[in-house]
Nanobody, 113 residues
Framework: QVQLVESGGGLVQPGGSLRLSCVAS????????MSWYRQAPGKERELVAS????????NYADSVKGRFTISRDNAKNTVYLQMNGLKPEDTAVYYC??????WGQGTQVTVSS
């Protein structure tokens, strides 16, 4: 069965960096585009970034452009989200997603001084 396992979240000060990882199993990873979403308390889940199967196209929410970078390693069945210049408003649970509706369990990112 499809499994997505996120890791790398934590507590970081404003301006800091984190790298999230999502390890996939149960399907042929290189056949699918992948995405990162996030959900802050009291808010709807929103798309943060997505990447095509061969990494030839990426897409970002306006709020993270220039600060976050999505990448993938098809040999390791892993998609990454490098987050730099973190802000308190980036605080959320971050989820990895494979279409049509497979989600990981999420990893908490808290940006606070």
């Amino acid at each position: 069965q499809v499994q997505l396992v996120e890791s790398g979240g934590g507590l970081v000060q404003p301006g800091g960096s984190l790298r999230l990882s999502c390890v996939a199993s149960g399907f042929i990873f290189s056949w699918y585009a992948m995405s990162w979403y996030r959900q802050a308390p009291g808010k709807e889940r929103e798309l943060v970034a997505s990447i095509t199967r061969a990494s030839d196209y990426t897409n970002y929410a306006d709020s993270v452009k220039g600060r976050f970078t999505i990448s993938r390693d098809n040999a390791k069945n892993t998609v990454y989200l490098q987050m730099n210049g973190l802000k308190p408003e980036d605080t959320a649970v971050y989820y990895c997603k494979r279409d049509p509706s497979y989600w990981g369990q999420g990893t908490q990112v808290t940006v606070s001084s």
